[in-house]
């Protein structure tokens, strides 16, 4: 479920009314379903920080959802900032400590952490920063890494008996220019946590479905823009 189409006017009360709407309906929709509670709510972006964070960190205190997938789209292609200094702070002190599981990019999360990241061994120490402040687990991308052939997403969370796990997952780097691969990514971990699938691996299948989905795109119309092939990804059962 996504809190992604708030207009950056609406009022608090306006934010708070949307958000309570989106969860009655899903109560009603699910209702008499035996895994009604482990239905996961997905932050892919963040127009509705833009308009009031606190309103929506306040829905989802009061709804409490099993998961909460954030997607903190922070920074523009072109490197402008998306999100006013107060929606970042709500981002970082309330949403954060929130989520099941943060998904940036490196450039969102230089920006959360305030300096670069510049090699695996710089995005495992961001990992743990990120989960200093309070997030359940970690899926950073490395799409950004310059150079190798790979492209290595790392997936950061506590373990049980103390400690932190790490754990890569890797892909073939493709020579290619797409638009929305995080949006993407963001609801295919929510959809397999809402099938039950346990975090890590859910983040894991993720991983392999957005390749897929590059693999397969296409480029419609006169664009140079690929886009994913989400049907064609899809694991046949």
């Known amino acids: 479920t996504h809190l992604t189409e708030l207009a950056t006017v609406l009022p608090t009360a306006a934010v708070q009314a949307f958000a309570g709407e989106v969860f009655k309906t899903r109560d009603s929709a699910h209702a008499g379903h035996q895994h009604d509670e482990k239905m996961p709510w997905q932050l892919d972006r963040c127009h509705a920080l ?38 970042i702070e709500v981002l970082r002190k309330r949403l954060l ?8 990019n490196l450039p ?15 995005m495992r120490a961001a990992c743990d920063a990120l989960l200093d402040l309070g997030a359940g687990a970690v899926l950073l991308k490395g799409g950004h890494l310059a150079g190798g052939d790979e492209v290595v ?9 103390g400690g932190r796990m790490h754990r890569e997952m890797r892909h073939p780097r493709l020579a290619l220019d797409a638009h929305g ?5 963001a609801s295919a971990v929510a959809a397999q946590l809402a099938l039950g699938m346990p975090l890590s691996d859910a983040c894991n299948a993720a991983t392999d479905y957005v390749h897929r989905a590059l693999q397969g795109g ?15 990804a899809a694991e046949q059962r």
């Open 50 to 87: 833009r308009s009031d964070g606190p309103a929506v960190a306040k829905a989802l205190d009061q709804h409490c959802p099993a998961h909460i997938v954030v997607d903190p789209v922070m920074v523009a292609t072109s490197g402008a900032q998306l999100l006013a200094n107060s929606a």
């Open 97 to 104: 400590p929130m989520a099941t599981v943060v998904t940036p």
């Open 108 to 122: 969102e999360a230089e920006f959360l952490l305030g300096h670069p990241i510049a090699d695996l061994d710089a």
């Open 153 to 161: 997403d790392l997936f950061s969370a506590r373990r049980e008996s």
């Open 181 to 185: 691969t995080g949006c993407t990514l």
């Open 218 to 232: 296409s480029r419609p119309g006169r664009g140079n823009i690929l886009v994913l092939d989400h049907f064609g």
